[in-house]
């Protein structure tokens, strides 16, 4: 989840100091960097769970002689 959050903050900050924004454009960013974080905190989930799963089917494998 660290690099989701790092990203996401990175983005923010580059979005949100980019210039002067009107209250509309402000609004239609954060919702742009929410949609971002959640996105990129799924795929840190998606991925641990892949690494999980992959990792437990290894475990159960019997070994190859």
Known sequence: MAIAHELSTEIAAALFSAKERSPRELNDLKDMVFKIHSTL??????????????????RKSPKES
């Open 41 to 58: 905190e799924q795929l840190t989930k998606d991925a641990r769970l892949d690494r999980f799963t992959r990792q437990s089917l290894t």
